[in-house]
């Protein structure tokens, strides 16, 4: 429910053409976009962003918390996929925390306003309940903004293979 996921399934051209396997390929075009911090365990490949440049934090922001999976099989396929648990968990102990301080605030000072106290808890977790269901971020754009740039770069490598080899 808190993962985003976006697939694009890429030809045996686009994958072969360029003499690289593909999850090197797709390391290259993560380290040419400006990421410095690319890790490959298997078939995903995570990616951050070195956070002392602007233009790099700018990246991360942009691209989010996101990983690669690939799936090679009949037909390569390059997932870009988000995982928000962890931030929606935090959020929502945060605004637990918040909802107690104010009942214990209100219950101090309102002892002769239930009502208003109970309306108020009943907006704030109807607010809380909205926040959690919005789990669709506007990550999808974004990663297809990243799978375009990586398809790009694969046949920009399968082009510049192919003119080696006429060559």
Same mark, same amino acid.
């Given at each position: 429910?808190?993962?985003?996921?976006?697939?694009?399934?890429?030809?045996?051209?686009? %994958?072969? /053409? @360029?003499?690289?396997?593909?999850?090197?390929?797709?390391?290259?075009?993560? /380290?040419? !976009?400006?990421?410095?911090?690319?890790?490959?365990? /298997?078939?995903?490949?995570?990616?951050? @962003?070195?956070?002392?440049?602007?233009?790099?934090? @700018?990246?991360?922001?942009?691209?989010?918390?996101?990983?690669?999976?690939?799936?090679? /099989?009949?037909?390569?396929?390059? @997932?870009?996929?988000?995982?928000?648990?962890?931030?929606?968990?935090?959020?929502?102990?945060?605004?637990?925390? &918040? !909802?107690?301080?104010?009942?214990?605030?209100?219950?101090?000072?309102?002892?002769?306003?239930?009502?208003?106290?109970?309306? &108020?808890?009943?907006?704030? !977790?109807?607010?809380? %309940?909205?926040?959690?269901?919005?789990?669709?971020?506007?990550?999808?754009?974004?990663?297809?903004?990243?799978?375009?740039?990586?398809?790009?770069?694969?046949?920009?490598?399968?082009?510049?293979?192919?003119?080696?080899?006429? %060559?």
């Amino acid at each position: 429910m808190f993962k985003t996921t976006t697939s694009r399934t890429f030809t045996d051209e686009q %994958v072969r /053409g @360029s003499g690289l396997p593909l999850s090197e390929a797709i390391t290259g075009t993560l /380290g040419k !976009l400006g990421f410095a911090d690319i890790k490959q365990r /298997g078939n995903t490949i995570k990616f951050k @962003s070195n956070q002392q440049e602007d233009e790099l934090e @700018s990246l991360q922001r942009r691209f989010g918390k996101a990983y690669i999976q690939i799936s090679l /099989g009949t037909t390569p396929t390059v @997932s870009v996929v988000t995982d928000q648990r962890v931030e929606k968990l935090l959020n929502l102990f945060g605004n637990l925390f &918040i !909802l107690t301080a104010f009942n214990i605030m209100a219950f101090r000072k309102m002892k002769d306003q239930p009502l208003f106290v109970g309306a &108020i808890n009943i907006i704030f !977790l109807v607010i809380l %309940v909205l926040q959690l269901l919005r789990t669709r971020c506007n990550c999808k754009s974004k990663h297809k903004e990243l799978l375009d740039q990586i398809e790009k770069d694969l046949e920009s490598r399968a082009e510049t293979a192919s003119q080696a080899m006429i %060559v």
